[in-house]
């Protein structure tokens, strides 16, 4: 059992190591670079995590709107208003509220994680599209986070990753 044990925290080391290293990799690139390199992660993630995903009931591919028409509505609300009002709420306010609690002062991760589940949760389409979206609101947070160590405008960089990755979405249905 000792072993096992070691096993698995070797193993957990190994993905924290991981994760440090895109970490300082990300850190120090120019916002380009950052914004890329995320929207590329997101999709990444949540490629491999799919076989988690996919326990969760779907919607039976349901489209939450229909037709050519609902198309510019859509880029209208998801690809501009959606991306400033959900950066603003779930990202900015959960952060900064997080940010002044000092029990979370050093866990940063904690932020993250809960501004990532209020993302989640409100993206009502199906189970599945929550779990999802939690994914992607943790992803979201941590850029926020990390833009907002760094000073340099994190809302607008949420922002643009948002909008990029919902008029990719818009493109594909």
């Known amino acids: 059992m000792a072993g096992c044990s070691n096993c698995k925290k070797s193993i957990f080391d190994k993905i924290k190591g991981l994760f440090l290293r895109?970490?300082?990799?990300?850190?120090?690139?120019?916002?380009?670079?950052?914004?890329?390199?995320?929207?590329l992660i997101q999709y990444l993630s949540v490629i491999i995590l799919s076989p988690l995903i996919m326990i969760f009931p779907d919607n039976n591919?349901?489209?939450?709107?229909?037709?050519?028409?609902a198309k510019v509505v859509l880029f209208i609300i998801g690809v501009i208003i959606a991306p400033l009002f959900e950066t603003l709420i779930y990202q900015k306010i959960v952060i900064d509220i997080c940010d002044k609690i000092?029990?979370?002062?050093?866990?940063?991760?904690?932020?993250?994680?809960?501004?990532?589940?209020?993302?989640?949760?409100?993206?009502?389409?199906?189970?599945?599209?929550?779990?999802?979206?939690?994914v992607i609101g943790s992803i979201w947070a941590y850029v926020y986070t990390v833009y907002k160590e760094k000073k340099k405008h994190p809302y607008w960089?949420?922002?643009?990753?948002?909008?990029?990755?919902?008029?990719?979405a818009l493109m594909i249905i």
């Open 22 to 39: 895109i970490h300082e990799y990300l850190y120090d690139t120019d916002v380009v670079t950052f914004i890329l390199c995320i929207i």
């Open 102 to 134: 000092k029990f979370l002062n050093n866990k940063k991760y904690i932020g993250i994680l809960i501004s990532g589940a209020i993302f989640g949760s409100i993206h009502t389409y199906s189970p599945r599209y929550k779990v999802h979206m939690f």
């Open 61 to 69: 591919g349901a489209a939450p709107f229909d037709g050519d028409e």
């Open 157 to 168: 960089v949420v922002c643009c990753i948002h909008a990029i990755n919902n008029f990719i």
